[in-house]
């Protein structure tokens, strides 16, 4: 099986519930940072800044994906994934579950802004 090169190749491996998140979740980033570079990084697509820093990373799994932000990022919104499951960086979307676009786009933009104002580059 050859990996793929791309964010649209890595999505079409899945089907159903799977590759209905993955798309949503790559139509909010492209809309949230069109200047960001569209890259497959260890496997899984990622969003690079022109800078060349990774800003964040999404993952497809059995029964969800994974979108991975730096832990600053996901530590800077913690009462508001009170209800979700995380990680260091991540935060779990269940497939078939609503997705949560108002709060990931917050998140988008303090990870580029954490990027451009302070410097945070990927973990």
Do not use: C
Request: charged share 25%; aromatic share 8%; glycine share 6%.
């Amino acid at each position: 099986m050859n990996k793929p090169r791309t964010i649209d190749a890595y999505i079409d491996e899945f089907t159903g519930l799977a590759r209905d998140l993955l798309q949503q979740l790559h139509a909010l980033v492209r809309e949230a940072v069109p200047e960001a570079q569209e890259a497959i990084k260890w496997g899984h697509p990622a969003w690079v800044h022109p800078s060349g820093t990774i800003l964040f990373m999404i993952s497809g799994h059995a029964k969800h994906a994974n979108f991975a932000f730096t832990p600053s990022t996901r530590e800077a919104f913690d009462t508001e994934l009170s209800a979700m499951e995380t990680g260091k960086g991540t935060v779990k979307l269940p497939y078939g579950s609503p997705v949560p676009s108002d709060l990931l786009r917050r998140m988008i933009a303090y990870r580029v802004r954490e990027h451009e104002d302070d410097g945070v580059l990927w973990m």
